[in-house]
């Protein structure tokens, strides 16, 4: 058989666009053909019905209550009982739907970032349409003409409900399966937030010194592993709606970055990575096939964020003891820390939970415990695990086994080298 586009569809049981918006059915596979279907962390994608060959679907925005990681919950804003809300994957070509109700204790709007649409789908409140009360339901109705990572978020009062949470993904695969086809397509969005340590409520006013650093509104040790079998290709799609910069870096590969902001990029552009700066308002496509098993850490390379509850501006102590003062001063002022003496990794040592005792609702600094002890990460943080065999399909398998010979092994110190 000749190997065209349509022929491709055919064998992938896609049938041509005219055909599929006139034929559409409920059944409809949620990527319209043999795709594989986005994988978000901690997260899933929205339903929706075909009316009339028009995908609808129906987000709703809320408060809802948030936890980060056992330790630490929230009152949030979010779509759908989440944040992130669902993710939106929908084909190429698609008419789509998408009706938002409001059901927050003010008005929002949702903007669909990324996506070419008609002006007044662009849900600007004031500037596009007027704003969506609280009450409200308004529809969306586009057509989607191109593929690509992108984003929703609300384009009203934007300092508080970003803040608070409300965000998503809006993922839109080819019409042509066979362009950017991986075995494994994994999405999340990077956020931060101004939890203080014992508070509930994040603090829309903080613009720089956030404490909590997120995938998908999880800090490690919440957040999902990506789990893989050898030798699959890999998608993993990074959307920043945060106010910083995150270089994300995979250890154990050289990365292709594949896509950014304007879909896919042609296979000259690549650029060959192991780290990638996602920027504000940025989304990139990164891709690697797995051939080496084992546990590779996936972070932000930012130190600070690969921590949960940090303190800002905490007296640096590194080379003075000061246990005795600390003691005193936790005394009137719950909380107090320093840095410590040796580095901070010695408050992870001083207690059992990992951390230092916090207010309550407060999470470890540096948590996580992995097969050969505390990690001392939290935040932007997680495992991609990579194996030869996955009996239980991609539930996490639990800890590499590394074969004998494989890993790093401790020596007797040098005799010229002892202290
Ligand atoms: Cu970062």
């Known amino acids: 058989m000749k190997i065209s586009r349509r022929n491709l569809l055919a064998a992938a049981g896609v049938a041509p666009l005219a055909t599929r918006l006139a034929t559409a059915t409920a059944a409809a596979p949620a990527a319209g053909g043999p795709r594989t279907a986005v994988t978000t962390l901690n997260g899933r994608s929205l339903p929706f019905v075909v009316k009339e060959g028009v ?7 809320g408060e809802i209550e948030h936890e ?38 003010e008005h929002t709007s949702i903007h669909w970032h990324g996506i070419l649409l008609p002006n007044g789908m662009d849900g600007v409140g004031g500037l596009t349409q007027p704003h969506i009360e609280p009450g409200e339901t308004w529809a969306y109705e586009f057509t989607l003409r191109q593929h690509g990572t992108h984003m929703y978020h609300p384009h009203a009062d934007e300092v508080v409900q970003l803040a608070n949470g ?32 014992g508070t509930w409520r994040p ?3 903080v613009m720089t010194e956030f404490d909590l650093w997120t995938f998908n509104s999880r800090v490690f040790p919440a957040i999902e592993p990506l789990v893989v079998r050898r030798g699959q290709r890999v998608r993993i799609r990074v959307g920043n709606l945060s106010m910083h910069e995150h270089p994300i870096h995979l250890h154990g590969y050289r990365l292709d970055i594949t896509g950014g902001d304007g879909g896919r990029w042609p296979r000259a552009a690549w650029r060959t990575e192991v780290t990638e700066i996602v920027g504000v308002g940025q ?8 051939d080496e098993p084992g546990d590779w850490a996936l972070h932000c390379h930012k130190p600070h964020h690969t921590m949960n509850a940090m303190g800002h501006g905490i007296p640096n102590s590194v080379g003075v003891d000061t246990s005795e003062v600390d003691e005193r001063l936790r005394a009137m002022l719950p909380g107090y820390m320093s840095t ?6 010695e408050h992870v040592e ?22 050969f002890g505390n990690l001392e990460m939290g935040g932007m943080f997680t495992v991609v695990k990579v194996r030869d065999r996955l009996p239980d399909g991609y539930a996490d398998p639990g800890w590499y086994q590394h074969p004998p010979g494989t890993q790093a092994r401790r020596v007797e110190t040098p005799a010229e080298d002892r202290k």
């Not at 362009?179 to 939890?195: C, E, P, S, T």
């Not at 230092?356 to 415990?369: D, F, H, R, S």
């Open 203 to 205: 603090d829309p006013s």
């Open 340 to 345: 410590g003496r040796n580095g901070m990794a």
């Open 55 to 61: 995908k609808e679907f129906h987000l709703v925005a």
């Open 350 to 371: 001083h207690t059992a939970m990992g951390h230092m005792p916090g207010p309550e609702n407060t999470l470890p600094m540096m948590g996580g415990e992995g097969p």
């Open 166 to 197: 409300m965000m998503g993904l809006f993922i839109v695969h080819p019409r042509d399966p066979s362009i950017g086809a991986v075995d494994r397509d994994f999405a999340f969005l990077l956020h931060n937030w101004a939890v203080h340590p």
């Open 68 to 105: 980060f990681a056992p330790g630490t919950k929230i009152r949030a804003w979010g779509y759908n009982g989440s944040t992130p809300g669902p993710t939106i994957e929908a084909v190429e070509g698609d008419r789509v739907r998408i009706l938002v109700t409001n059901n927050l204790p």
């Open 283 to 290: 989304m990139r496509d990164i891709e690697f096939t797995a």
